[in-house]
């Protein structure tokens, strides 16, 4: 941090553009970090795409994520990890590593973030999420990006939440306002026709051009190999049960065991992957579980899960928004069950890719959550369409729309070119 401190007051030498040193492009990302791996994979993936496509370009992440430093980026793409905070089960939140109250903890995110913006001098900043960064972090450096010409995106997944309880958080936290006078461009990161996650916020007019639908994010096999040794399991057609970051997955993760436990005619092996959030307490009691299973086994996490997605037969998973995309990129038989609490996000999703014919769905929601009912869902996947067998225009084309959207917002502004855009069209 030595060298960013001292060039923080520092303008970008005009020297350069004399000496003809024109540089590459700068994007900065702010990944929303409180829970789970989502948003960072997310970001991850933008990035990567972003230098993919413009070899001088230069992105820098900023997150508070504990294991960012675990993935691998693409070359031209950085990370600056600032104080963790996370959420309780309560629905508050605290500072995840250092004694500071969390009032102290978004104080300190908030000037690095701040000062990241003026030393790095991006000429696009991406803002994941939240227009206002966790509880209004993000507002100083808009401001001061803003006055210095940068070009301001939000971008938000396919899903926010039911209507009913977003309207009132985006109240709460003025974050419509801050859409309103910030953002020059909305990047929804999905289809108009499957869900329009800002519809309910009554937005002017002069907001909703700003929007563009673009379509889900397609993944791709990392280019590296795994350092993660799978077990035999992997070496025939197996089932993936995966929870993401693994916080919030154990319902998922007793479901599947107890239909293995239940039912010893199940014959499709499955390999559950925990993910690095969940509680060692419980990993314990599932793995003592596992073990008694011949057809179960697991691993704790893998940076490089795309490998594992590409190689197995099905998939099961909650339905948070990155592993929707690599069941789509992979074409994924995929059976989805979804969480419903604190927010219906995946359920929303889930009943949305079910309609269109792009997975199957088993919740528990006003259900009982039976080994039975998982038996069966577990048993079908093998006659399930994949994915590909739907034809929707545009359903992939997110990281292709990204980076038609970044050199348009390059290029001087232009008021009669129309700002609304949808990938299917």
Same mark, same amino acid.
């Given at each position: ?14 020297? *350069?553009?004399?000496? $003809?040193?024109?540089? $590459? ?43 960012? $430093?675990?993935?691998? &980026?693409?070359?031209?793409?950085? %990370?600056?990890?600032?104080?963790? =905070? ?8 605290? @500072? ?20 990241? #913006?003026?030393? &790095? ?12 960064? &966790? ?16 070009? /301001? ?34 990047? =929804? %990161?999905?289809?108009?026709?499957? %869900? ?11 907001? @909703? ?30 089932? /993936? ?16 065991? @107890? ?26 009691? &599932? ?32 339905? $948070? ?36 014919? *792009? ?5 528990? %929601? ?8 998982? #038996? ?13 067998? =739907? ?7 997110? /990281?292709?729309? =990204? ?12 008021? @009669? ?9």
């Amino acid at each position: 941090m030595a060298d960013l401190a001292t060039s923080v007051n520092k303008d970008p030498d005009p020297h *350069l553009a004399l000496l $003809g040193m024109a540089r $590459g492009s700068r994007v900065l990302i702010y990944s929303h970090d409180t829970f789970g791996l989502g948003h960072l994979r997310r970001s991850r993936a933008i990035a990567n795409a972003i230098v993919s496509d413009q070899s001088d370009a230069s992105v820098l992440i900023i997150s508070g994520s504990p294991v960012i $430093g675990n993935f691998e &980026f693409g070359s031209g793409v950085d %990370y600056i990890r600032i104080p963790g =905070v996370t959420k309780l089960p309560d629905g508050d939140y605290r @500072s995840l590593n250092l004694n500071v109250s969390i009032d102290e903890a978004v104080g300190l995110r908030q000037a690095l973030i701040l000062q990241t #913006a003026k030393a &790095f001098q991006p000429d696009v900043f991406i803002v994941d999420k939240e227009p206002t960064g &966790f509880r209004g972090e993000v507002v100083p450096a808009l401001d001061y990006l803003q006055a210095s010409g940068c070009r /301001l995106v939000l971008g938000i997944r396919d899903v926010m939440d039911e209507p009913t309880l977003l309207v009132p958080e985006w109240d709460r936290k003025g974050a419509k306002e801050a859409l309103v006078r910030y953002y020059d461009d909305i990047w =929804v %990161y999905g289809l108009k026709d499957v %869900y329009q996650p800002l519809e309910a916020l009554d937005l002017p007019e002069e907001v @909703s051009r700003r929007i563009t639908y673009t379509g889900y994010l397609r993944r791709e096999e990392p280019p590296t190999p795994s350092l993660t040794k799978y077990p035999k399991i992997t070496k025939q057609p197996f089932i /993936l049960v995966t929870t993401g970051g693994g916080g919030d997955g154990d319902d998922l993760i007793d479901w599947v065991i @107890s239909a293995y436990e239940a039912d010893p005619t199940l014959e499709q092996p499955a390999l559950i992957v925990f993910g690095p959030f969940i509680d060692r307490d419980q990993r314990r009691a &599932f793995m003592e579980r596992i073990a008694q299973q011949p057809k179960l086994d697991a691993i704790s996490f893998d940076t490089k899960i795309e490998r594992l997605m590409k190689k197995a037969d099905a998939i099961v998973a909650m339905g $948070g928004y990155n592993t929707f995309c690599e069941a789509l990129s992979f074409d994924k038989r995929t059976l989805i069950v979804p969480r419903t609490r604190p927010r219906l996000e995946q359920y929303i999703r889930a009943v949305e890719a079910e309609r269109l014919g *792009l997975v199957r769905m088993l919740s528990d %929601y006003k259900r009982p959550r039976t080994p039975e009912r998982m #038996a069966q869902a577990l048993r079908g996947l093998s006659s399930q369409p994949r994915p590909s067998e =739907v034809t929707i225009p545009g359903l992939l084309d997110g /990281l292709d729309r =990204v980076k038609e959207r970044l050199k348009a917002l390059a290029e001087p502004a232009t008021p @009669s070119k129309p700002a609304y855009h949808q990938a299917a069209e």
